[in-house]
């Protein structure tokens, strides 16, 4: 029920006990008053707070229970976080405020800029980007620049089959034509194909690894030898580095540049459209080319630097999304070198421990070690008519939310595919509950397959057409009625 089928006319949820204070309260609304709405609802104060506190019940997030969402790492984001991006001190700056002024803010960034550097083994690091897909789309802006100024001829970008959607879309914004490289039979690049691909046209080959089936490719040393050695250069996306953190360095596996999703990896909420931060880090002969302004250090002073005439220029306004670089600043500091390196190992080992609990019931794509997620397979279901989407919403039934499904469409031996990514926040007992839960829905899968294909029956919205409101959209309330 919206607020707009409780409205009653008259029903008022605030009203000023004076007239003089109504003559001021309307003459501070008109400039916000829109023209044109006809009629807004009108509730009482009790009926307002009702609706939007039972609003805010029925949704579903990481402090609500577990979110085993493949490649989208929805791990805990400590309140601390939070606690010190409210600071006044960072709230009440102003990005237009004098330099001078902001010393602090600069001070934070740049050395949130130096903990990434040694995280990545990078030289230099860009802030701006707002989300992932932004940042790829910064570096291959980068890379762009470069080889227009060193070797146009380079115009493709090679990216294995297996990357994630934004990669070709990223680099095909920024110029380049996409070309796609096979993975091999143990899930990483073909290296024969690659072999084959790697010419005098092609400028780079974007790479994820561990990549987005959660392997880590064993390769990767003859990768970069070749790609380099044939005038390319290798871009990493690094949204998930939290297989990797303080155990290995992009920057001495021989990316030249690389993205990191601080909403991801260094516990920034991300969803819901609010703001990400996705800082992209590069090797020094790079440097020239990043967005302006840089943040830098000068006469033990904090500046912007915009003087980079090689520059793409800006990606963002002002110093980027200022509170969540805050949030990962703190995240960093509280974890220090040692933490980050633990958390990347709990990560390893989560994935790992989920993958072996339930490959007796979904057998995984590759039977090998996974880093930080793992891809397991519901196809042996059909025989009962259950599909993958079944068995995802009845897991909803038991309180959780469902993984990452039919994504990534690799490998085509393993169809009805689900990425589970548990992440290094949960617990024993809560991984061991899940899979309890996975277990006992492929017992119902055999034995009442029809709880399953009418799923989920306990949550608030019951089985929805997935693609109706996609087609249909209902922007406002007259769309609404127009459907009937
Ligand atoms: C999430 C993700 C992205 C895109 O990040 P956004 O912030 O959603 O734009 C890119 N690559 C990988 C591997 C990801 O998991």
Redesign the pocket.
């Known amino acids: 029920m919206t607020l707009y089928d409780k409205s009653v006319a008259g029903r008022c949820a605030f009203s000023f006990s004076f007239e003089e204070d109504e003559a001021r309260a309307e003459s501070c609304i008109p400039d916000y008053a829109r023209a044109g709405v006809k009629s807004l609802p009108e509730v009482s104060e009790l009926d307002l707070v009702r609706h939007f506190t039972n609003l805010a019940t029925v949704n579903y997030g990481v402090d609500t229970g577990f979110y085993p969402l493949g490649?989208?790492?929805m791990k805990y984001n400590p309140k601390i976080n939070e606690r010190l991006a409210a600071d006044p001190r960072l709230t009440m700056r102003h990005p237009l405020d004098d330099v001078s002024e902001n010393q602090g803010v600069l001070q934070m960034e740049y050395e949130l800029k130096e903990s990434l550097e040694e995280i990545t083994g990078m030289d230099d690091f860009t802030l701006q980007p707002a989300?992932?897909?932004?940042?790829?789309l910064t570096g291959m802006l980068i890379i762009h620049a470069y080889m227009r100024d060193h070797d146009p001829r380079r115009t493709r970008v090679l990216i294995p089959d297996s990357?994630?959607g934004?990669?070709p879309a990223s680099a095909s914004m920024a110029g380049f034509q996409v070309v796609t490289v096979p993975s091999d039979e143990r899930g990483g690049v073909d290296m024969e194909a690659l072999d084959h691909l790697m010419d005098d046209t092609v400028a780079a080959i974007m790479l994820?690894n561990p990549n987005?089936v959660g392997l880590f490719d064993e390769n990767i040393t003859r990768i970069s030898e070749l790609v380099h050695a044939r005038g390319g250069l290798l871009y990493y996306?690094g949204?998930?580095l939290n297989a990797l953190m303080g155990l290995i360095r992009p920057g001495d596996l021989g990316f030249d540049v690389v993205?990191l999703?601080l909403?991801?990896t260094f516990s920034t909420p991300?969803g819901g459209g609010g703001p990400?931060a996705?800082p992209v880090g590069v090797k020094q002969f790079l440097a020239e080319y990043l967005p302006v302004p840089i943040v830098v250090q000068r006469d033990g002073q904090y500046a912007l630097d915009s003087d980079r005439p090689r520059s793409i220029g800006r990606m963002s306004a002002f110093y980027g999304n200022t509170g969540v670089l805050a949030r990962a600043f703190v995240y960093i500091r509280m974890m220090g070198r040692d933490g980050l390196a633990a958390a990347s190992r709990a990560a390893v080992i989560n994935a790992n421990y989920v993958k072996k609990l339930l490959a007796p019931y979904y057998p995984p794509a590759y039977d090998r070690p996974v880093m930080h997620e793992t891809v397991l397979s519901a196809k042996g279901y059909d025989k009962y008519g259950v599909s993958l989407l079944d068995i995802a919403k009845r897991l909803m039934d038991y309180g959780y939310h469902p993984p990452t499904i039919y994504f990534p469409h690799f490998p085509p031996h393993a169809e009805e595919v689900m990425m589970i990514e548990p992440t290094e926040s949960e617990s024993r007992e809560t991984l061991d509950a899940f899979c309890d839960a996975l277990i006992r829905i492929s017992k119902e899968a055999q034995e009442q397959p029809d709880l399953l294909l009418s799923a989920p029956h306990n949550t608030v919205v019951t089985r929805v057409n997935e693609t109706y409101a996609a087609r249909h959209l209902v922007t406002s309330q007259r769309d609404k009625k127009g459907i009937g």
């Open positions: 490649s989208c790492t989300c992932g897909a932004h940042g790829e990357a994630h934004t990669n994820t987005t996306d949204a998930n993205h999703n909403h991801k991300h990400g996705a």
